[in-house]
């Protein structure tokens, strides 16, 4: 398979509402998902009378496995991990230096590693407490940090899509006039704004990974899409999008190596640093490692329980590896709810329990050589429940919980 690179840019305020309003507000997620963009280039090639073609069947999985996966595509390149933290009282990744400022923040950075070997050493009279990693910060303490964000040359930078607020009013037909008790205020994505460095246009970078002979056909389909999103008959969901071919899996799969075997060492010189606060003889360092979701993710425990924790039973099922001395250390999760709706069927799609993006699961094994092929795979084809609409994208030992042991 190989990976498609799409850049989505707003035209116009965009609605991504999940389900229909209880009362008078409609919040909208805060990132294009999958299946949205599945759905529009699925309607594009039905009006253009393709439904029958092996193309369109393959693509999107009419009788068989479907041959695309359509990635989220987020406001940057990254999510933060659960285990991510920052400064109670000046939250934020660190300004670049010698850049003016108007606030403080004392930086992000990422506790999973301390925690982990805190907790396995257990080290006599001694308790992990996070505290903010900025010299002379009183009280210091530390809060969950989380989001989207990405790198640049010198430094990190949280992004996010300011939303606002649009009020409409429903027509009567008849009178031509305001219609009682159709008064709504969808909630919006803005499609521009004012930031410190000027004006700023929304961007959303995400990926498709189709098989290498239908890239072609979707590189064509997918700049052809116009609107994304509910609302495009009211001016809302205007969009232009790009595509590039990027990394084969293959290439994708040596960089896996290298980020286990980094992170394989910073365990170990962390393990060996603690290790020599404890008394008793410590156990040699095991092997690590750790799924991070890079989205929202529907598992189910043997088939059809919904849960939320990845288990190992579940990871060697969906890696097809078995390995009696994996087990799962530590998960950091949480939960949300995610509904939408089938353009096709022209009906809603069910409400399933989703275990949340940056949510993270510590493995722990007797040897990693043979889950080496297995979890580049995995990155690709993603683990759960409605993989192609951009359901369960996974990420082994995101590189933040390197990078993190120093803030950024
Ligand atoms: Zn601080």
């Known amino acids: 398979?190989?990976?498609?690179?799409?850049?989505?840019?707003?035209?116009?305020?965009?609605?991504?509402?999940?389900?229909?309003?209880?009362?008078?507000?409609?919040?909208?997620?805060?990132?294009?998902?999958?299946?949205?963009?599945?759905?529009?280039?699925?309607?594009?090639?039905?009006?253009?009378?393709?439904?029958?073609?092996?193309?369109?069947?393959?693509?999107?999985?009419?009788?068989?496995?479907?041959?695309?996966?359509?990635?989220?595509?987020?406001?940057?390149?990254?999510?933060?991990?659960?285990?991510?933290?920052?400064?109670k009282d000046y939250p934020g990744f660190l300004p670049s230096p010698g850049a003016e400022s108007s606030e403080a923040r004392h930086g992000v950075f990422d506790t999973l590693i301390d925690r982990l070997c805190f907790e396995q050493l257990q080290p006599p009279g001694l308790l992990y407490m996070p505290r903010c990693l900025e010299d002379h910060c009183d009280p210091g303490r530390a809060e969950a940090s989380t989001g989207f964000y990405q790198r640049d040359a010198t430094r990190y930078q949280s992004r996010s899509m300011p939303q606002r607020l649009l009020t409409r009013v429903g027509l009567n037909r008849q009178r031509m006039a305001a219609e009682d008790a159709l008064l709504y205020s969808p909630m919006v994505l803005s499609e521009a704004w004012w930031s410190d460095q000027g004006s700023e246009q929304a961007h959303f970078v995400g990926s498709v990974w189709v098989d290498d002979d239908l890239a072609p056909a979707l590189r064509t389909t997918l700049p052809q899409i116009t609107h994304l999103g509910s609302g495009a008959a009211r001016g809302l969901g205007q969009v232009q999008i790009a595509c590039e071919t990027g990394p084969s899996s293959y290439a994708e799969s040596a960089r896996l190596q290298a980020r286990l075997c980094a992170f394989k060492t910073m365990v170990r010189s962390r393990w060996q640093e603690i290790a020599t606060l404890c008394e008793a003889t410590v156990p040699p360092c095991p092997y690590i490692f750790t799924i991070n979701l890079r989205s929202d993710a529907i598992l189910k425990e043997y088939g059809w329980l919904s849960t939320t924790v990845l288990t190992a039973e579940m990871l060697q099922v969906a890696t097809g590896v078995t390995d009696p001395s994996l087990c799962l250390l530590r998960s950091y999760s949480s939960y949300d709810y995610r509904g939408g709706w089938h353009t096709a069927q022209r009906l809603p799609k069910d409400t399933a329990l989703v275990t949340r993006l940056g949510s993270v699961f510590v493995f722990q094994t007797a040897d990693l050589t043979p889950w080496y092929a297995p979890l580049a795979a995995l990155e690709v084809s993603g683990i759960g429940e409605r993989t192609a609409e951009g359901f369960g994208e996974v990420r082994v030992c995101d590189n933040f919980h390197i990078v993190g042991r120093t803030r950024q």
Request: contains cysteine; proline residues 7%.
């Open 1 to 87: 398979m190989i990976q498609l690179h799409v850049t989505i840019t707003a035209l116009s305020p965009l609605c991504f509402s999940e389900r229909r309003p209880g009362g008078q507000f409609r919040f909208s997620i805060d990132y294009v998902s999958g299946a949205v963009l599945r759905g529009a280039a699925a309607a594009l090639m039905l009006r253009a009378g393709e439904e029958q073609t092996p193309t369109f069947r393959r693509l999107f999985g009419v009788g068989q496995a479907p041959a695309a996966l359509f990635r989220c595509a987020y406001p940057g390149d990254a999510v933060l991990p659960h285990t991510a933290m920052s400064c």
